[in-house]
């Protein structure tokens, strides 16, 4: 991505869109073909994350959404890695130019950028024929050695999660119609609360010194909570019991719950939640707690992991395992 | 991207092609969310370019070449900005899950990881309706400060190109049947040629090093050597005067200028070269020049590097200024 003054449709796109928002002086102001990324004495945490119209948002979410879930899904992974975000870069892949969308996305996603701390440093923007997409490429700096990874939870942690779970898959279901639609229609208040939660994710950087910190594993919700949490642990090694009834729910999701409208299942399955799933142990755990309180997050203790490799066991109040047929979102 | 033992489609589909990729510790083996990337004390230069099928690749080449362009067009910007390859992050949005299709792909990203030294560090795979599109994230080291810039180039530096210009316009050209492909008919060789430099780039790595220690300024020409020019002088505000016959020409591109087949403006204009453009200070030019032969690599001084603000001229053998209808290939 660069903006230099040939005049070219894709050079003139850059420069008047997204040049004000490459403010790293890294970024050249857009006008190289590669960005220089500072390590000062730092690991770089690298991540990458798409969307693509159709499977991860949809085609008449609002621009500035769009490109701000496009920045916040990596950012996700940054603070579940303990990472502080560094930079991004964009690869935007447009059927159409539409100015007013533009704008907007550019608006969206510079906000976001300030917001997080985490400036443009570069980007490729080409045309499609298919649906829109939107690639990011996100860097963090952690002290050399200290990326959280998903390996290291060890028997008797305690398995964290931030935040509440299930919402944004709510809020999908909300926009798709349905029996969950139906259930809250009228209801502006909960159905603005899902759906917001499933076009713009809170990444939990606040978090992230304090994961980096105490946490033994981590990582960030993304394709359900279940399927995330085997993968957690296949790396490490290990399994987990997991209370239900002890996952963080909102207001909406709770109540939807408790009227028999969704299970359990799909609230641990549904994905989308971009909160953070992390192994304390238990020694660290009070400490961790302080840490959370103090950057305004709410976590939750859902249970522990346990020896073994089977997949983690989801268990009702009744200490009953709870079948679950998928553990999350699979594209193929 | 991310291949636990969670038994989803996208994480056996890693697993099975672009976990054997993952060599470099720092990928963990994709088991994780993210990678990390060492500095060791220097600068990380960041590139990224995308592919979309029908756009920049045809939808029956070859599943290997279309990753090693992928890759290489990215490689390309790291040799022009004089870093060394250090890794790279792949997004690849799928259409369906074809099993022989993604062996050759990986196959052929995996032997170019390896030849270029530049290991998959992680990614994200993506179901799309529409088409194939292959975004890479590419990272190159370089000393601090010593990122090879657009800016820099001085009145009286030569302005450099390796290889050859216009081949792969060409055979684009020939792929798409036309004026070219008949002239060129039955010569399997030339045509041959043309259409290996299209669908495979032959990224000057080996001169990264030279590059950064003589070039005042430097690109590499992937949308047409006359735009590229452009931008880089725009960069570095002056102006530049090249000689037309200078421009190395392959012999099929020669054998096609002569008989009248195609213009000199199609051949500085036609994009996808992946050749390096530089200039370099006069007093710099034998030992850069020594450098470039020591690395197998052909060099041409096609002009010099002027003052002003316009738009580099190109003149023919009699001195006078070609016109140019458009500068170089752009999306929109």
């Known amino acids: 991505m660069a903006a230099g003054s040939n005049a070219s ?21 857009l006008t190289d073909d590669a960005a220089v990324l500072k390590a000062d004495g730092c690991d770089i945490v690298v991540n990458t994350d798409a969307l693509v119209e159709g499977v991860h948002f949809l085609p008449d979410d609002p621009a500035d959404t769009i490109a701000r879930k496009a920045l916040r899904v990596n950012l996700s992974d940054l603070a579940a890695k303990g990472a502080t975000p560094a930079g991004f870069v964009l690869t935007l892949a447009l ?21 997080f701390g985490c400036p443009l440093l570069g980007g ?41 779970i299930g919402d944004a898959a709510l809020g999908l279901a909300v926009l798709k119609g349905g029996a969950v639609a139906t259930a809250l229609a009228g209801d ?36 359900g909570l279940a399927g995330d949490l085997a993968k957690l642990c296949a790396t490490s090694g290990v399994s987990a019991t997991i209370e239900a009834q002890a996952v963080p729910l909102s207001t909406p999701a709770k109540s939807l719950v408790e009227r028999g409208i969704v299970g359990i299942e799909a609230i641990v399955t549904g994905g989308d939640d971009y909160e953070i799933i992390c ?29 073994g490799y089977s997949t983690p066991r989801f268990l009702d109040a009744q200490g009953r395992e709870i079948p679950l047929k998928r553990l999350s979102y699979s594209h193929f």
Not at 95 to 115: K, S
Not at 125 to 153: D, E, H, N, W, Y
């Open 95 to 115: 059927r159409e130019t539409d100015h007013d969308w533009l704008a907007e996305f550019a608006r969206g996603l510079g906000e976001d950028a300030t917001l």
């Open 188 to 223: 502006v208040a909960m159905t603005g609360a899902l759906v917001s939660r499933y076009r713009v994710p809170r990444p939990r950087n606040a978090l992230a010194k304090a994961v980096r910190d105490h946490a033994s594993a981590a990582m960030d919700v993304s394709d």
């Open 124 to 164: 490729d923007t080409v045309s499609t024929p298919g649906p829109l997409m939107i690639s990011i490429t996100a860097f963090g700096r952690v002290p050399v050695g200290k990326m959280v990874r998903r390996a290291g939870a060890l028997v008797g942690d305690r398995v964290v999660v931030t935040g509440t």
């Open 279 to 307: 192994t304390i142990p238990a020694d660290r755990f009070e400490v961790f707690a302080h840490a959370a309180q103090l950057a305004g997050i709410s976590i939750a203790t859902i249970g522990t992991i346990v020896a």
């Open 9 to 29: 449709g894709e050079d003139s796109l850059i420069a008047r869109y997204f040049k004000p928002l490459a403010t790293d002086p890294g970024a050249f102001g």
